[in-house]
């Protein structure tokens, strides 16, 4: 609907600016910076968003708005790396502003196509969790690509659902008084003396500190496999010195 209104919108602007000798020289400037260059300005924020990115994370795929979809103003634009969304805004007299959300807190992920998907494109939209809760959405983007993404997101969607309702059962197993802390089963007991232990035919006492190294080096061994990702590794370590240094 908002490209129509842009095109109606556009044409009778033209119209007025047309029968004014002040007119044509402002429809033929507009035109220009408008429709000359496109090519270049999309290539400069590409390179803008690939040079801020974390060290590892890659560029699964983008989408820029139609020009009939921002005749009016400039394009928005959606990255997706394999670890977050993020959300280009640029601003009319340059610069912009990035927002970006992680997967993890990724709640839905939608796709609608436009009428004349060809000149309207599709709209692209993510929805998230855990303050600050929001949107993301751009319209009037490649169909094909948009459909692409989608099937990325989607299969974040599901992977995240899954570990946040495994987190859940495992937070209230610990709360009725068993422990299974991401893979690593425990009974629930009183804190108590650590016994000795034989190693070389040496007796040897086992610290607190053992224990915590000997989990955290269990957690690393799932990040290295590829089992967990970097940011639940971290919180599996932040967990394991919270229980045991509390």
Request: charged letters at 20%.
């Amino acid at each position: 609907m908002r490209g129509i209104f842009n095109i109606i919108f556009f044409l009778f602007l033209a119209t007025v600016l047309i029968m004014s000798l002040v007119g044509i020289p402002l429809l033929a400037l507009y035109l220009f910076f408008v429709f000359i260059g496109g090519r270049k300005r999309r290539e400069k924020i590409q390179a803008k968003v690939i040079n801020m990115l974390m060290s590892g994370e890659e560029v699964v795929g983008y989408v820029i708005e139609n020009r009939v979809m921002s005749l009016f103003q400039r394009r928005l634009a959606i990255f997706i790396t394999n670890s977050r969304v993020i959300f280009v805004q640029r601003k009319i007299l340059g610069g912009y502003q990035m927002m970006d959300r992680q997967w993890k807190d990724l709640q839905d992920a939608k796709m609608d196509e436009n009428i004349m998907p060809a000149l309207f494109g599709a709209s692209l939209s993510f929805s998230f969790i855990n303050p600050p809760a929001g949107t993301m959405n751009v319209s009037g983007v490649d169909p094909e690509t948009a459909a692409k993404l989608y099937t990325y997101s989607q299969a974040q969607e599901h992977a995240w659902e899954e570990k946040r309702r495994v987190r859940t059962l495992e937070e209230k197993r610990a709360a009725s008084g068993g422990i299974n802390f991401h893979g690593f089963p425990q009974a629930a007991q009183q804190p108590q003396a650590q016994a000795p232990a034989l190693v070389s035919g040496q007796t040897i006492d086992v610290t607190p500190t053992d224990t915590v190294v000997a989990e955290i080096n269990r957690a690393k061994a799932l990040l290295d496999s590829g089992a967990i990702s970097d940011a639940e590794f971290q919180e599996i370590k932040s967990k394991i010195l919270s229980r045991h240094f509390q």
